[in-house]
């Protein structure tokens, strides 16, 4: 599959087939990144199928660094909030500043418009700042003083919380965790990792290796080319089934939403793209079931006290779902 339709000139090399783009892009993040290719995969997969990323893991195991990466392979434009409760919508929107000299009003923008937002521990800041980011995520606009302004595309918010730490946090309501197409945990490194990781010479300087390997208009022209996939109607009726059995399912109290569903499509669409593809099959959307659907689930309390989380619930729903022949 190519990313772009059309006859390539004879004086210009062919268009690099998406799995081909895919891999050199994932393959120069792992420069940065040991022994996490599932993950880099993943993460990019969600910003070709135009999606929100939330890192949930411990502290020190390279979430900043895999957003610094992308930002770097793919030459985008990087902004990072560090979220504190004490942190106002203004310092991610940005804000109207009067000019003393002219008498006019200059907006300033912030760290939103950018083509890969890091939002650093997001559950530390307050419900009213949280929901600062939910236009920019949902609309990829953001609206200041009455004037509505269009974020960068591509446009992409990689957030980060540590699922242990509960104290002075704000966890994220279910319509703010249903922004994010997935959610990820990078988890430690094998020993074989760990031990390249502690006797790299150059450690400190890792970004260093990741080399530019895309830029806006490719990254544009695969995630055209991705939602160009076909699905066929019983692959969609697929998806159909698991999210009206997460519904119905006695563990859990508040299923996937029609959101969640088209999420998963896209995101199966760019998943098959991958493989070399210009069709979904059951086995995308299983792929990827857990990662675009756990977040979302909000268990009965009876399932918590068995000792279930979400990500089993969504793994009993694929077992139990017929799939499509």
């Known amino acids: 599959m190519t990313m772009t339709a059309g006859t390539e000139s004879r004086d210009q090399p062919p268009a690099p ?13 792992a420069g940065a990144i040991h022994g996490k ?39 985008l434009s990087f902004g990072r909030i560090q979220f504190t409760p004490d942190l106002l919508p203004a310092d991610v929107v940005g804000s109207s500043v009067w000019n003393a000299h002219d008498g006019s009003v200059e907006f300033h923008p912030g760290p939103v418009f950018s083509n890969l ?21 949902a609309e990829r606009q953001v609206t200041v003083d009455g004037t509505t302004r269009a974020v960068p595309e591509p446009f992409m918010v990689i957030a980060t919380q540590n699922p242990l730490e509960h104290h002075g946090t704000f966890p994220l309501p279910e319509s703010q965790l249903d922004r994010f197409l997935m959610r990820l945990s990078i988890g430690y490194p094998d020993a074989r990792n760990e031990l390249a990781l502690l006797t790299e010479v150059d ?9 530019p390997v895309s830029d806006q208009r490719q990254v544009a022209a695969l995630a055209r080319s991705a939602a160009r996939v076909h699905v066929a109607d019983a692959v969609a009726g697929y998806v159909v089934d698991l999210a009206a059995r997460s519904r119905s399912s006695s563990e859990v109290r508040l299923g996937v ?69």
């Open 17 to 29: 087939s998406f799995s081909d783009a895919f891999t050199a892009i994932t393959d120069s993040v």
């Open 37 to 75: 290719g599932n993950v880099i995969r993943s993460a990019l997969t969600c910003l070709l199928a135009e999606g929100h990323l939330l890192l949930e893991d411990v502290p020190g195991v390279g979430k900043t660094s895999l957003a610094k990466a992308f930002a770097r392979a793919l030459q």
């Open 117 to 137: 937002l890091l939002g650093d521990e997001i559950n530390r800041a307050s419900p009213k700042t949280q929901s600062a980011l939910l236009e920019a995520m």
């Open 203 to 211: 450690h400190d300087h890792s970004l260093d290796r990741v080399q």
């Open 257 to 325: 939403s029609p959101r969640a569903a088209l999420g998963l499509l896209r995101a199966a669409r760019v998943w098959a793209a991958t493989e070399g593809r210009n069709f979904v099959i059951p086995d995308d959307v299983k792929q990827l079931a857990v990662p675009v659907l756990a977040h979302r689930l909000l268990l009965e309390q009876g399932a918590v006290a068995r000792g279930l989380d979400a990500d089993r619930v969504v793994a009993h729903l694929l077992e139990s779902t017929p799939v499509p022949g």
